[in-house]
């Protein structure tokens, strides 16, 4: 168990963990600013959007360093579009359901980051 730990745990993986962690920081203070100014999803949106740059800078240039390329921009956009609609309709589930909107910004944000580093790792900064 310890040794499929140290195999997780790698430079790579901790270093998304810790620009994931910056990322998420973005996208909540990104959405409350705001969501003093426009309705909670369109602040998400928003939000989401500004966080794909901030995410798409760091994973290719920390995390999998495999530099910044057209392609590859175009790649994680889409694949990052593909869970917009988790995002939003995660959001929106939620906010329904009558939790505060900050918890349900971190409880979506879970779920998005997991299928999000996946992606990314197995398809878009593979390193070829």
Do not use: H
């Amino acid at each position: 168990m310890i040794d499929k730990i140290k195999g997780f745990l790698t430079a790579e993986t901790l270093r998304y963990l810790i620009f994931g962690v910056l990322a998420v920081v973005v996208n909540t203070a990104s959405f409350l600013l705001l969501d003093l100014v426009m309705g909670e999803i369109a602040a998400n949106t928003l939000a989401f959007f500004l966080t794909v740059l901030f995410a798409y800078w760091t994973n290719s240039q920390f995390v999998f360093q495999t530099g910044m390329a057209w392609k590859s921009f175009l790649e994680f956009m889409t694949m990052r579009l593909c869970t917009l609609p988790l995002d939003d309709g995660g959001m929106w589930l939620l906010l329904t359901l009558g939790v505060n909107d900050l918890l349900a910004k971190c409880a979506v944000n879970v779920v998005v980051i997991v299928i999000n580093y996946l992606i990314s790792k197995l398809i878009i900064f593979k390193k070829r």
